[in-house]
């Protein structure tokens, strides 16, 4: 295995991060043991889980997919970067704590990585109010055993609709 | 919506939890975020064979390459540490983490590669060169019971571990005058709850203190102390830190083998150790499968539905190791008749080894096949009497005026009112409506059915079966504890001795104690200890943490609210029984402006021992110790045994359509009724009932473990194992009833379970009302698509049999 370091510079969570890694370490790795931001968590590093979901320039993507080289002069967002700049969390955070939308939280980084893209995607094709089905089909690629779901969908739509509420 | 008792301010109240902002914002703390200084990783080979010698192993090119710290064999680490416990009484089928001489399965670990990180130890982990002699395998009980079976473990002279044959009641009699019998096999298939967070485990060793410090993803009874004994070290030589937040677990999270693995790398090599199973390693040689069991069901009863007796004889494939996991056997003794007034039953536990992986603890502890084969009979029953599925159990169903009731097992129920909670389901379902749909449904060509289910939650989680399967255990206690303390500031927090995986604890903790001081549970501080800090806990399993440490934490906060009313008491100089206690202040009854606030009787207590009054301790801290309601006692002579104390209900509606052309099934409507006495979160009572209906519908559905004929796993990844995403899981109603449990300190019962211990039955149900007009049906777990499909198949080819059921 070759023991060449690559430079990697990525915007994470609206800062530039920059270091050397070597070409086999998966962006959720580097997240993880090199960033220390360990709200990206690892779940099947085969890309089905969805535990390791974060944006890649807007876009949920498997971050144990990808290299950290590939993410190279991108744009990430982790959970760490989803609360507002102040700590308030945002809506869609706090709408999983109203509904109790997790338990043990460990899918919760990804879930809420999947949903917040949903969200963005539903503002932007002007679909303040999702129905039930979009929203599951949104959060498909994403594996939950503690919570059969139901309490995340609650959140995901009770978010949607406080969203609406304060664009209109 | 729910019946909570009137008289509480907390309990029962929409309220949020305490952990779940820190989940939200990224801020857990799992094993795998523990950073220490010089951290070294592990990485294992695992044995290619389901069963073979080892020849030889090389590992000096692994151990040369730079980076690596050291490549440790079976050879070395049995030398030095002792057998993992196990739990039944086979002392031959030892165990340790790595293998040495035998493997015993695919995945058993052979070598472990240490490194400076997790790459580099794979990479000389594939360095290590081991040479095998494959040996015969036997994967299946049936074939591991025969004489000429190969053994997994020789020195055990059988590949049975245990086999009882318990008699409790006059079933011979029962079955010689019952009007009809019917006998059929229910097979629930191997399948776990495979938590998204793998097993992970840090230790680091102290050779200045001599203590051994462990972070772990962990949810296991007496954890600290076997960890100890397996690297023979004192108790009090072993810190846990149970501040680590467990990525979900519901049983299977008990990685003794990975900690006194790393537990003694980090003590050999003087650096911190890590393991982090990867996906592969977690599903093959995690050993966190479930239960793998044959139940053949024989069943006694007559014209009018009443059913007289039950022999259920149940054959379990543990796996390659002992363990606890056979006594998942055991537990269903505490339910074995379910929710029916069944008056005598024979029960007939075989556990057998076999070349897969072994077995552990999966939530419910072996009572989810159980009550999916009580409720396949009572189907069966129906279908044979051609009576109504539901009129069936109505019929059956203990009384609400019978209780407390004792079963032939000798476990008592507690409390329940299990028809009006069927009854509840079925109108939250319009069940008329729902039986117009179905039929519709089928005229419309489609395969459409309903399953029900009715099923119980024993909760309380205690020890006490374990006598039953093995006589040299007499445990008698399976206690939990809580400590109070309120701080100088007059800030309250509470200590509990274990770690959680998502049940939320903190909340619960938080919740009680201000129930009973009165006081904000949101400023209520709830830690947790390290083993050497921590009063006693046997941790959150058998659904028992909202009754024990519930209570427990109850126990103490009584502790010191009674300790402020004293303080009072002595300045009014006056009884206990005159001090008005309100929101944590005081004051002299009848005489309002005699006052003493939280913050001047705290003040007392930390600082002014002349003013309390004698025999109270100065600072203000309680701790209370609670054992089990009911528990304390051995079984009698007739093997007649109280298992758990409390008992919650529930009956799920399911609505299934099969599309006839591809055999694809889908949940289009879920009613659970669900009655767990007193809940003390609903919200986080709800999460873990549609959580547990979700793994319910993954064990009936979806999920196997499955291997080939040369005995390798072939569900290694979540590509052929599958875990049901938002799409497989229907929308899911809950309706609440509450039937307080007489024995808990707030009527409170287990709900850890529940979901899962009914919902495999009721679509396993609904599957064979869909089935049932072709003349077919389908008795194994999981009905997947493709059994579904080759079921079909056979009622294509055999058409002459439509609409025949077996008679005679």
Redesign the interface.
């Known amino acids: 295995?070759s023991d060449t370091l690559y430079p990697v510079s990525v915007e994470v969570n609206g800062e530039t991060r920059s270091g050397h890694v070597?070409a086999?370490?998966s962006l959720v790795d580097w997240l993880?043991e090199h960033l220390?931001?360990?709200?990206?968590?690892?779940?099947?590093?085969?890309g089905?889980?969805g535990?390791c979901t974060v944006m890649l320039d807007g876009e949920p993507i498997r971050s144990c997919l990808i290299y950290a080289v590939q993410a190279d002069g991108h744009r990430v967002v982790?959970?760490?970067g989803?609360?507002h700049a102040d700590g308030r969390?945002s809506i869609l955070?706090d709408s999983?704590?109203?509904?109790?939308a997790?338990?043990?939280?460990?899918?919760?980084?990804g879930m809420?990585i999947a949903a917040q893209a949903f969200l963005d995607k539903a503002l932007l094709e002007r679909n303040p109010r999702p129905t039930?089905t979009q929203?599951?089909?949104a959060?498909?690629?994403?594996?939950?055993?503690?919570?059969?779901?139901?309490?995340?969908?609650d959140a995901i739509a009770l978010a949607a609709r406080r969203l609406a509420a304060g664009a209109e | 919506m729910g019946e909570t008792p009137k008289g509480f301010r907390y309990i029962g109240a929409k309220r949020?939890?305490k952990?779940?902002?820190?989940?939200?914002?990224?801020?857990?703390?799992?094993a795998?975020?523990v950073?220490l200084h010089g951290l070294h990783h592990v990485a294992l080979v695992a044995s290619p064979h389901a069963s073979a010698r080892i020849v030889s192993i090389r590992t000096d090119v692994a151990r040369a390459m730079p980076g690596v710290r050291a490549v440790v064999t079976g050879e070395e680490f049995c030398a030095a540490t002792d057998s993992l416990a196990i739990g039944v009484d086979a002392p031959s089928v030892t165990r340790w983490s790595l293998a040495r001489d035998h493997v015993r399965y695919a995945g058993e670990w052979v070598v472990a590669v240490v490194a400076e990180t997790r790459?580099l130890a794979e990479?000389a982990a594939e360095l290590v060169e081991v040479e095998y002699e494959a040996l015969p395998h036997v994967m299946e009980p049936e074939c591991a019971m025969m004489e000429a079976s190969p053994l997994v473990h020789p020195a055990h002279g059988s590949n049975v571990l245990l086999h009882r044959n318990f008699v409790w009641g006059p079933v011979a009699e029962e079955f010689a005058k019952a009007e009809h019998h019917l006998a059929f096999r229910a097979t629930w298939s191997r399948s776990a709850?495979?938590?998204?967070?793998?097993f992970a485990v840090v230790a680091q060793w102290h050779p200045g203190t001599e203590i051994l410090d462990i972070w772990a993803s962990i949810q296991m009874p007496k954890y600290p102390d076997q960890t100890a004994k397996a690297l023979r070290l004192p108790g009090n030589a072993v810190r846990v830190h149970y501040d680590v937040?467990?990525?979900?677990?519901?049983g299977v999270k008990r990685g003794l083998k990975h900690t006194v693995l790393v537990g003694y790398l980090a003590r050999r090599l003087g650096v911190p150790v890590r393991l982090?199973e990867?996906?592969l390693e977690n599903m093959r040689g995690g050993d966190m499968h479930g239960p793998d069991r044959s139940f053949d069901m024989n069943v006694a009863f007559d014209h009018d539905g009443t059913i007289r007796a039950l022999k259920i004889r149940a054959v379990d494939n543990v796996g390659a190791y002992a363990g606890r996991a056979p006594f998942q056997l055991g537990k269903p003794i505490s339910a074995i008749c379910g929710p029916y007034r069944i008056g005598a039953v024979a029960y007939e536990p075989v556990s057998v080894m076999t070349n897969k992986t072994p077995q552990e603890a999966v939530r419910g502890f072996g009572q989810a096949p159980t009550n999916f084969a009580l409720e396949r009979t009572m189907d069966r029953v129906a279908r044979y009497l051609q009576m109504d599925q539901i009129a069936l159990r109505q019929k059956n169903l203990i009384r609400k005026d019978e209780f407390p009731y004792t079963i032939p097992s000798g476990s008592t129920y507690d409390s329940g009112d299990y028809h009006t909670v069927l009854d509840k389901a079925l109108n939250a379902i319009d069940y008329p409506a729902l039986v117009r749909r179905r039929d519709a449904a089928r005229e419309r060509g489609l395969l459409a059915g309903i399953g029900i289910s009715t099923c119980l939650e024993p909760s309380g989680g205690n020890a006490s079966f374990e006598p039953l399967f093995n006589p040299k255990i007499d445990t008698t206690t399976w206690m939990d504890s809580c400590l109070v303390r309120v701080d100088l500031s007059g800030s309250i927090t509470g200590i509990m001795g274990t770690s959680s995986?998502?049940?939320?604890h903190e909340t619960l903790v938080a919740t009680v104690v201000g129930e009973i001081l009165q006081r904000d549970p949101a400023a209520i501080r709830v830690i947790h200890a390290d083993s050497l800090s921590a009063l006693p806990s046997n941790s959150p399993v058998g659904s028992r943490m909202a009754i024990m440490l519930g209570g427990a934490a109850a126990g103490a906060a009584r502790i010191i609210r009674d300790t402020l009313i004293s303080i009072a008491a002595h300045q009014f100089e006056c009884a206990s029984e005159d001090i008005d206690y309100r929101d944590g202040n005081t004051s002299l009854k009848g005489v309002p402006e005699k006052v003493l606030t939280w913050d001047q009787l705290v003040e007392i207590a930390h600082r002014k021992i002349h003013r309390m009054p004698a025999g109270i301790e100065p600072g203000l801290q309680a701790k209370f110790v609670w054992d089990v309601p009911t528990g304390g006692d051995l079984p009698t002579a007739d093997n007649r045994v109280q298992v758990y104390p409390c008992y919650a209900f529930e009956a799920h509606v399911v609505y299934v359509e099969i599309d006839p052309e591809t055999a694809a099934p889908q949940i289009k409507r879920y009613v659970c009724g669900h009655d767990c006495g007193v809940m003390i979160n609903p919200?986080?009572v709800?999460?873990?009932?549609?959580?547990?209906?979700?793994?319910g519908i993954g064990a009936a559905l979806y999920e196997k473990f499955t291997y080939d004929e040369a005995g390798q796993l072939t569900s290694g990844?979540?590509?052929d194992y599958l875990?049901p995403?938002?799409?497989e899981?229907p929308?899911?109603e809950i309706v609440d009833h509450c039937t307080p449990s007489p024995l808990t300190t707030f009527g409170q019962k287990g709900s850890g379970e529940a979901?899962y211990l009914g919902a495999p039955a009721a679509v396993a149900n609904a599957i064979n009302d869909a089935l049932a007009p072709l003349g077919v049906e389908v008795n194994e777990l999981p009905m997947s698509h493709l059994a579904i499909w080759e079921t079909l198949c056979k009622a294509d080819a055999g058409k002459a049999g439509i609409g025949k059921e077996e008679k005679r």
């Not at chain 1, 999983?96 to 109790?100: A, D, I, L, P, R």
């Not at chain 2, 995986?501 to 939320?504: D, I, L, N, P």
């Not at chain 2, 709800?686 to 793994?695: N, R, V």
């Open positions: 295995m070597p086999r370490t993880r220390n931001l360990t709200g990206t968590h690892i779940g099947c590093e085969h089905v889980c535990a982790t959970v760490e989803l609360a969390l955070q999983f704590c109203e509904t109790h997790l338990q043990c939280g460990y899918c919760t980084p809420l039930e929203i599951r089909e959060i498909s690629g994403n594996l939950c055993r503690c919570t059969g779901y139901q309490q995340i969908v | 949020r939890t952990e779940d902002p820190r989940f939200v914002t990224g801020r857990g703390r799992y795998a975020d950073a790459a990479d709850t495979v938590p998204i967070e793998t937040d467990v990525g979900g677990s519901y982090v990867d996906r995986s998502g049940q939320g919200d986080i709800h999460g873990m009932t549609y959580g547990g209906i979700a793994h990844t979540f590509m875990i995403s938002a799409l899981v929308p899911i979901g």
